[in-house]
Structure formats: C-alpha cells, structure tokens
T-cell receptor, first 115, second 115 residues
Framework: DTEVTQTPKHLVMGMTNKKSLKCEQHMGHRAMYWYKQKAKKPPELMFVYSYEKLSINESVPSRFSPECPNSSLLNLHLHALQPEDSALYLC??????????????FGEGSRLTVL | AQTVTQSQPEMSVQEAETVTLSCTYDTSESNYYLFWYKQPPSRQMILVIRQEAYKQQNATENRFSVNFQKAAKSFSLKISDSQLGDTAMYFCAFREMDSNYQLIWGAGTKLIIKP
C-alpha cells in the first residue's frame, strides 16, 4: 500500500497548456519533495518543502512552480513546458527534524508527456 | 563533493541464486547514512535497507543484507534466494547525517531475475 498518493498517474499536455501534479501524504511527515526521473536514471531533486516552506530549489526553470498548501499536500504547477520535460515526476516525503534517518517514502509517480 | 558509483549497469541471475550489487562512495564525512532503494517496473521506489555509518554491524532485512566496508567506502547489497519480484532498478544512495534533504544517488543497476 502506497502512503504517498500522486495524481494523475499519466498526463499528456501541449507546450501551451497549464496543468498540475498533486501529491498527498498522511504519515505526518513535514518534508516533501519533487523529483524528476528519466528512464533508467536516478531521480533528480527539484524542490524540497520543509514545514510548508520552500527549503530547496535546485535551479529549476520557472515553468515548474511548486506549492505546498498544507503539511499533507504538495502540488507542482506546469506551464509552457518543453518536450524535454517529459519524464516521471516523483513525490516523496520524510521526517523533517534534524538528525532523522532521512528515509524517503515515494509515490508511484506521474508520467508526464509533453507534445 | 560526495559521489556514489554503481559500476554494474545491468545484471541478470537465475531465480533462487544469490546476487551482489556493488556500490562505492566518496566522502570526507565520518557520519552518514547509506541506502539501497528498489524501483520495480511498476515504478514505486521503496527502501530496501539502510546502514548508519557509525554502526559496525552490517544491516540485514530478510533476504537482503549489506557488506559495509567503511574504510574502503564500499556498500554492496546481497540478495539471497532471489525471486522474480526482485527484478527492478536498484539505486545506492548516500546522505550526510547533518544534511536533512540532500540524497546523493548512484546511477543504478538494473537487476533481472530469470525464471
């Protein structure tokens, strides 16, 4: 059973569309992450929210806009994407307190295709 | 900067055999965590096993065990009695103990278990 839920599982969008990816967790974690993953490659960190505040932005283009409405929800707003942005987008969560073991809990991902 | 190296892009073994996946890392830190994550074709990434660097005892989780050699900076994963469900991408990852969010990932090893 996945405890991190991502929707939609698949998304196809044009370069002029605006869409959003959603992530929800109910494990009480206060750190939430967006990763981008290409086929057979490790995940690449995009954003980290800690206690609902943006903690890390790995120089991601502004066409990706994260939002953390509350401690359980994480969104990724997409606008004017490029075909090279096609990838699997993974949401993850973890404990946020200093010294935690850092285990990440991942969702199943949203497969994004940009035409 | 820390790096994680997985030198085996792909491996395949027969069901019920034992297989070892290699991982080496480079760091000047003395306190850190090491992880093996598994990502089956269904996509969800899950934690297989975790090792704290300050623990000398090798971590074990059922059929999965590690050989942690701190001086050699090596962290291999052994899968005993391999099963078809072990077919997946396996990623080795490193995190400094004082770093809350940054995971350093290896390139991954694709493991195929043949019937």
């Amino acid at each position: 059973d996945t405890e991190v839920t991502q929707t939609p599982k698949h998304l196809v969008m044009g370069m002029t569309n605006k869409k959003s990816l959603k992530c929800e967790q109910h494990m009480g974690h206060r750190a939430m992450y967006w990763y981008k993953q290409k086929a057979k490659k490790p995940p690449e960190l995009m954003f980290v929210y800690s206690y609902e505040k943006l903690s890390i932005n790995e120089s991601v283009p502004s066409r990706f806009s994260p939002e953390c409405p509350n401690s359980s929800l994480l969104n990724l707003h997409l606008h004017a994407l490029q075909p090279e942005d096609s990838a699997l987008y993974l949401c993850a969560s973890s404990q946020a307190k200093v010294g935690n073991t850092g285990e990440l809990f991942f969702g199943e991902g949203s497969r994004l295709t940009v035409l | 900067a820390q790096t994680v190296t997985q030198s085996q892009p792909e491996m395949s073994v027969q069901e019920a055999e034992t297989v070892t996946l290699s991982c080496t890392y480079d760091t000047s830190e003395s306190n850190y965590y090491l992880f093996w994550y598994k990502q089956p074709p269904s996509r969800q990434m899950i934690l297989v096993i975790r090792q704290e660097a300050y623990k000398q005892q090798n971590a074990t989780e059922n059929r999965f065990s590690v050989n942690f050699q701190k001086a050699a900076k090596s962290f291999s994963l052994k899968i005993s009695d391999s099963q078809l469900g072990d077919t997946a991408m396996y990623f080795c990852a490193f995190r400094e103990m004082d770093s809350n969010y940054q995971l350093i990932w290896g390139a991954g090893t694709k493991l195929i278990i043949k019937p």
